[in-house]
């Protein structure tokens, strides 16, 4: 806490800090913002244009530090003069706009939605569908698939799980933060998603967990990777993080996706912040996400996130010195 403190008081009169990059974690970035400008008053910008975007701005140097849900490698670290680390955990989960199926009482497994999503399945009584549902009323209604428009984090997670899960994927689609989708509407950013299935009957879509709570979606239970069905919420994302292999700073990058457990849901990853290795608000960046990971675990936990354990914290921190 010494770092954070010296540094956030010392930077009162500096200009606000500007980030920019993935819808996922942008709720939790923004209420970060806020209460740390309640006890610094360093003032946070944050604005929500997407990983991709994000990486760009960051590389170019258009922001102080940019946020994306799809890891850089170490290779592209050093070529754009980078580093990374995570600081908060999130999940993303398949929602739907179906009358009378509550939240949750909808399972599908990878096969069937990657059979949506590469437009081979598109009716909701598809048989597929209804093994996984004994007894659940499906309607007779065409599918309208939503996927996002731009480069986003949440879709290289959603793209990656599909791709462990289900080798037709992984052959005909693969993972990727921007794909050529072969069917489907789209909306921009997680925002856009939520609000495209809101809006539509029969919609399929894959938000951020903070987006599906905030817009009021009906959730998809999930097989979790040992067999068991899993509903998205904090002790599934916990469960998940729990099967971490995170010993080293260097492990930091690695996935979160298809972890083991009976409890565990297997669309979980990090949303990572990029900074510049050197330059003038390089400080007051790391104050602002070392005061977040020490004092800001209420909050993202507040929201549907799940707050790094103290051992990961301890190696992130270590990588920022």
């Keep these: 806490m010494t770092l954070s403190l010296t540094l956030a008081c010392g930077?009162?009169?500096?200009?606000?800090?500007?980030?920019?990059?993935?819808?996922?974690?942008?709720?939790?970035?923004?209420?970060?913002?806020?209460?740390?400008?309640?006890?610094?008053?360093?003032?946070?910008?944050y604005d929500p244009v997407g990983s991709g975007l994000g990486i760009e701005m960051?590389?170019?140097?258009?922001?102080?530090?940019?946020?994306?849900?799809a890891p850089l490698s170490a290779d592209q670290l050093a070529a754009a003069g980078l580093r990374q680390f995570p600081v908060v955990v999130g999940a993303v989960v398949p929602v739907v706009n179906i009358a009378g199926?509550?939240?949750?009482?909808?399972?599908?497994d990878a096969f069937a939605i990657s059979a949506i999503y590469r437009g081979e399945i598109v009716n909701?009584?598809?048989?597929?569908?209804?093994?996984?549902?004994?007894?659940l009323a499906l309607p007779d209604a065409r599918i309208t698939v939503v996927h996002r428009a731009d480069a986003s984090g949440s879709t290289w997670l959603w793209t990656h799980w599909l791709s462990e899960s289900?080798?037709?994927?992984?052959q005909q689609i693969g993972t990727g933060s921007t794909i050529a989708w072969p069917v489907g509407a789209e909306g921009l950013g997680n925002e856009g998603v939520a609000s495209l299935v809101q809006r539509t009957r029969a919609a399929i879509g894959y938000?951020?967990?903070?987006?599906?709570?905030?817009?009021?979606?009906?959730?998809?239970?999930?097989?979790?990777?040992?067999?068991?069905?899993?509903?998205?919420?904090?002790?599934a994302f916990e469960a998940a993080l729990a099967g971490a292999h995170w010993?080293?700073?260097?492990?930091?990058?690695?996935?979160?996706?298809?972890?083991?457990?009976?409890?565990?849901?297997?669309?979980?990853?990090?949303?990572?912040?990029?900074?510049?290795?050197?330059?003038?608000?390089?400080?007051?960046?790391?104050?602002?996400?070392?005061?977040?990971?020490?004092?800001?675990?209420?909050?993202a936990n507040?929201?549907?996130?799940?707050?790094?354990?103290?051992?990961?914290?301890?190696?992130?921190?270590?990588?920022?010195?």
């Design 124 to 135: 909701w009584r598809d048989p597929a569908i209804a093994k996984l549902n004994p007894g």
């Design 11 to 45: 930077a009162r009169a500096a200009e606000p800090l500007h980030g920019a990059g993935a819808t996922f974690p942008a709720p939790v970035y923004e209420a970060w913002a806020e209460a740390y400008e309640q006890a610094s008053g360093m003032r946070v910008r």
């Design 101 to 108: 199926i509550a939240p949750g009482r909808l399972v599908l």
């Design 166 to 170: 289900d080798p037709f994927w992984q």
């Design 207 to 235: 938000v951020a967990y903070a987006y599906a709570r905030e817009h009021h979606l009906s959730d998809v239970a999930l097989p979790s990777h040992d067999g068991p069905v899993v509903r998205a919420g904090r002790g």
């Design 58 to 69: 960051a590389t170019k140097g258009h922001v102080d530090f940019g946020a994306t849900d």
């Design 247 to 299: 010993h080293s700073v260097e492990d930091l990058a690695g996935s979160l996706t298809n972890g083991p457990g009976a409890g565990s849901w297997p669309i979980v990853g990090a949303s990572y912040v990029l900074v510049r290795s050197s330059g003038a608000a390089v400080e007051r960046v790391d104050a602002f996400f070392d005061w977040a990971l020490t004092s800001g675990s209420g909050v």
């Design 302 to 321: 507040d929201l549907g996130y799940v707050a790094l354990p103290p051992d990961v914290v301890a190696l992130v921190r270590r990588g920022m010195r």
